[in-house]
């Protein structure tokens, strides 16, 4: 038995485990990811690279199409956060959001995509000896995509920057946009950041 079959036989039998003694606990893929960690990244997967891109972190998700090696064939976005980028430069971010544009990854990002971003369709090869490739599930993956698609990055900068009148025509057309999605995960997710930066 090699070391690949033992470890999926182990994953197997903790997820039953804990199916079997506990009715209120539902094991999730990343909970798994977390305890073991992930083989390497295949065709099909999903990913999160963080590239540097004349000394700013940009940022690509997208799908694998092809491995060879060290480089991964990705169709996706990139996302280059300019408003996160001209706001630590002004002195305006400090702390957490300076710390965010020198480490991105797929939980903190949220601070690059609540300010104006620039966006341009990838279908390149990332190497991952020179940039940081992150495996993430299919539905952060739409959450995230779903942000740049539904322009959450260009509404979200207009309520935080904006202020008096400005502001509440602002916040209106962002209460607008969240009652016009319909996609739950990406619903939910905006809500939580809403809520987070009290703008709600």
Known sequence: MTFESARKICIVGILLFYIISS?????KVDDLVRMFGRGKIKPGDYVFVVQNDHEVNSIIIGKVQSVDGDRLKVN?????PVGLLERVKAGRAIGRPKEVLENPD???CIFM???RVETQIFSDEVNQKLSKAIWINERRYYVLDGWIKENLPDIFASVLSAAGDEKLEARAMLLEKMNSIYEKDLKEHLYAVARSTRVL
């Open 76 to 80: 996706g976005t990139k996302i280059r």
């Open 106 to 108: 797929p939980n903190n």
């Open 23 to 27: 009715k209120n606990y539902i094991l």
């Open 113 to 115: 995509l609540i300010d």
